[in-house]
């Protein structure tokens, strides 16, 4: 069974920057895809970001876009996400993602919550 280990949210100001990190406990080399996703109360889960393992190409959620990089680390195993010029919109559980052969796997989600 994979597990994926969010950490780096928290409370932060309006124009603030955080970094999250998901660490998995399979290689990160064996994945396909691994991203960022989050929920804002209320709403449902949306895409934030993705990295591919073959090419490393990143995509992004239109809404994050110039503000927010992805990243991976196979040596460490962990992908990360950058967050910069954060707004109160961001506010949000944000999940990681990992594709393993047919299985999606997901991490138990943590908070990032953006303050005025």
């Known amino acids: 069974q994979v597990q994926l280990v969010e950490s780096g949210g928290g409370l932060v100001q309006a124009g603030g920057s955080l970094r999250l990190s998901c660490a998995s406990s399979e290689r990160t080399s064996s994945t396909s895809t691994m991203g960022w996703f989050r929920q804002a109360p209320g709403k449902e889960r949306e895409f934030v970001a993705s990295?591919?393992?073959?090419?490393?190409?990143?995509y992004y959620a239109t809404s994050v876009k110039g503000r927010f990089t992805i990243s991976r680390d196979n040596a460490k195993n962990t992908i990360y996400l950058q967050m910069n010029s954060l707004k109160l919109e961001d506010t949000a559980v944000y999940f990681c993602?990992?594709?393993?052969?047919?299985?999606?796997?997901w991490g138990q989600g943590t908070q990032v919550t953006v303050s005025s």
């Open positions: 990295i591919s393992e073959r090419s490393h190409s990143t």
């Open positions: 993602k990992a594709g393993y052969g047919v299985y999606d796997y």
